[in-house]
């Protein structure tokens, strides 16, 4: 029996992540408030009305799905695609590999100020990154319902 495989490490990361939030959460800061706020300020932009704070969440929600696609889709077709030397090459990789930089890049800028701003776009961020992770893992287990599935050497049915 494997002690550290990939249910444990996920279950153990679960652990690590619940035990950090518990700790952080014991203090004061604007991060816990919510809705448009003075405080409230993303890359030196005050979001203190409604039609900002819309503008925010939508941006967020859409962003999310996107980086979700892009890390679940996109990167692994790259893995398994144009980096697996065995295929032939891609027309268009170039473009698909550079492009993959370039919107990493500036979603990592860009999300971690939104991220670090307030605890409730953090959360909608949060649950868009699940539902989008249930919507492509759903549909890749649609498309492989034809095959069985192995789990623990036994086949099972998908």
């Not at 990789?93 to 492009?99: A, P, V």
């Not at 370039?102 to 409730?120: A, E, K, R, T």
């Not at 919507?135 to 086949?155: A, E, F, H, M, W």
Request: net charge neutral; aromatic share 14%.
């Amino acid at each position: 029996m494997e002690i550290f495989n990939h249910i444990t490490v996920s279950r153990i990361a679960s652990l690590w992540m619940f035990l950090g939030l518990i700790i952080i959460s014991s203090g004061k800061s604007s991060f816990y408030s919510s809705g448009p706020n003075e405080k409230l300020a993303i890359m030196g932009v005050h979001v203190d009305t409604y039609p900002k704070y819309f503008f925010l969440i939508i941006y967020t929600f859409v962003n999310t799905c996107i980086r979700a696609s892009v890390h679940n889709i996109v990167s692994p077709w790259i893995l398994l695609h144009v980096q697996d030397e065995t295929k032939p090459w891609q027309n268009g990789s170039y473009e698909l590999s550079i492009n993959l930089v370039l919107y990493i890049w500036f979603d990592w800028f860009v999300n971690m100020n939104v991220l670090l701003s307030q605890v409730d776009i953090a959360i909608i961020d949060l649950f868009t990154e699940v539902l989008m992770c249930v919507i492509i893992t759903r549909n890749y287990k649609r498309l492989k319902s034809l095959q069985p599935v192995i789990d623990n050497g036994n086949n099972v049915s998908a």
